[in-house]
């Protein structure tokens, strides 16, 4: 017999009830945590049968995200918990269509009951109606590589993490992998503790639920990995290393975006090889064409070549060459020119303020967002309705 798919969302009890839970055959945890956020997420990719939601988060939390979980996972028996009023909690479950609520403390038999008859509801539910459940949504991890500095890499990585979590709402976390240089967390502006040598000294306990405790946030909620703080903890970390957080990340992640250094280290393969596209980033100048040349060679001897998307950022003067002489050079087409605003993106990594915010409704902010659109999966694109989550952000 299948084991029925449970995730937890608890702010005080989720590892008690997935230990309890686990203690029978019946039932597989497909995630415990506190966080409403990632709850979400990972009903997204696991389509859980059951989702077992604490009812008694601070302020109002509770009974919002009982109304999205209901809405937007159907075909999941929602149980809420509580140690408050029962009758107060069960009330609210009739209105958001909850399938019956845990009054906690309450002793193995009667949760594992409770949970075995939500699961029976479930699967009776399905017979009924021959309802599929709701497709799971793509989850994406994009790739910003140039094998030469100064062409504004970590800037365009930083406004286009933003910017595909204003559009979208949704969980979007930035990856630092320049790891002897990287700064992607100081252009934020975003305060931070932890970087990826902390991750990797505690590689063999990472999961999705203790990932966020690493991350930096900026105030859109973009989630970031910092770099190593110190140039020479980069060589503690390897390609292994890269490849488990990226694992994890994509699995707590709707889009991950990765910064990567200016050369093909080891720990940029994993990226790379991950990666839905590459936005390979180039200025117009006779170097930098040569320079693109040879990294598009490159990704070609990896047969990487059809994931990559050519940006040219911060186009000025040119000197008589055009994106055409690019494109023929390359044999390519250039997916976006970012006109140059170099006063405001000095202003930006002076003040710790992405491009897109501090030159918010220049033409560079505008080609930032058309950029990030084209970035976007085909659920979350601007013809798409937007879903109830969306709409509470």
Known sequence: MDKASVLIIDHVS????????????????????????????????????????????????????????????PMSSLLLVTTSDSKRVLHLALQVGAKGVLNLPMDDDRLIRTVQKAVQQDKRRRELFSVQRKVKPQFKTIVVFSTKGGVGKTTLSLSLGVAIRQMTGKRVGAIDLDLFSGN???????????????????INNLDRETLDSYLAEHPSGLKILPSPMQPE?????????????????????????????????????PALAEA?????????????????????????????????????????YTGGL????????????????IPNNEKAAMDAVNLGIPLITSAKGTLTARRIEELATKMLTSDDQPTSVPGLRLARR
């Open 184 to 202: 992607l967390a100081l252009m934020a502006g975003a305060p931070w503790k932890y970087s990826i040598k902390d991750i990797v000294d505690d």
């Open 322 to 337: 055009k994106i055409k002489d690019l494109e023929d050079e390359l044999g390519m087409k250039v997916l976006t020119v």
């Open 276 to 316: 839905r596209e590459i936005i390979v980033v180039t200025t117009l100048d006779l170097a930098a064409i040569q320079n693109m040349k040879q990294c598009i060679d490159l990704l070609t001897t990896l047969a990487m070549k059809p994931k990559v998307r050519v940006v040219v950022n911060r186009l000025g």
């Open 14 to 73: 989720a590892n008690d009830l997935k230990e309890r839970l686990g203690k029978t055959q019946e039932f597989f945890v497909v995630g415990a945590t506190e966080n409403p956020d990632l709850g979400f997420t990972i009903a997204e990719r696991q389509q859980p049968d059951v989702i077992l939601l604490n009812i008694d988060l601070p302020g109002n939390e509770g009974t919002s995200w009982a109304e999205i979980l209901s809405m937007e996972f």
């Open 233 to 269: 903890f980069a060589g503690f970390i390897h390609a292994e290393h890269v490849e488990k957080i990226l694992s994890v990340m994509s699995e707590a992640f709707n889009y991950v975006i990765v910064d990567t250094p200016t050369y093909l280290h080891d720990t940029a393969v």
